[in-house]
């Protein structure tokens, strides 16, 4: 008698994902910084963070994403002691910032920040 109530499940409409979602798009202001030295990354997160502050943006991180490394291995010896080599390696260090809903002045005040060089920046409106 079990197998018979379960065959015969009531079939249930669910509302897609598309109606659930509000009236109102929430934008994402979202901000990768990349850089060598994880001190001078940190420094820069905190100026974007607290510029974004200064504005009253909501802002979401710095979340820490994996450091990237290289490494290489290279021959001491040009031609002949195969067995004496080097390693070298190259750390990207990398922080993601959300800043939801930003207002004008605070994508102004973002683009006319002045940061270390060594920093690289990618922004992305989601």
């Given amino acids: 008698m079990a197998t018979?109530?379960?065959a015969e499940k009531p079939k249930?409409?669910?509302a897609s994902k598309?109606?659930?979602a509000p009236a109102?798009?929430?934008h994402k202001l979202r901000i990768r910084i990349r850089a060598y030295e994880h001190k001078i990354?940190?420094?820069s997160v905190k100026q974007i963070m607290d510029t974004a502050a200064r504005f009253d943006a909501t802002v979401v991180?710095?979340?820490p994403l994996p450091t990237e490394?290289?490494?290489w291995t290279v021959n001491r010896s040009t031609f002949v002691h195969k067995d004496a080599r080097e390693?070298?390696?190259m750390r990207v260090h990398k922080r993601l910032v959300d800043i939801l809903n930003p207002s004008p002045k605070v994508i102004e005040a973002l683009t006319n920040l002045n940061l270390p060089s060594g920093v690289t920046i990618d922004v992305k409106m989601v």
């Fill in 4 to 6: 018979a109530a379960t």
């Fill in 12 to 14: 249930v409409k669910r």
């Fill in 61 to 63: 991180g710095p979340v």
């Fill in 18 to 20: 598309k109606a659930a």
């Fill in 41 to 43: 990354l940190d420094l």
């Fill in 69 to 71: 490394i290289k490494r």
């Fill in 87 to 89: 390693q070298f390696e």
């Fill in 24 to 26: 109102q798009m929430e």
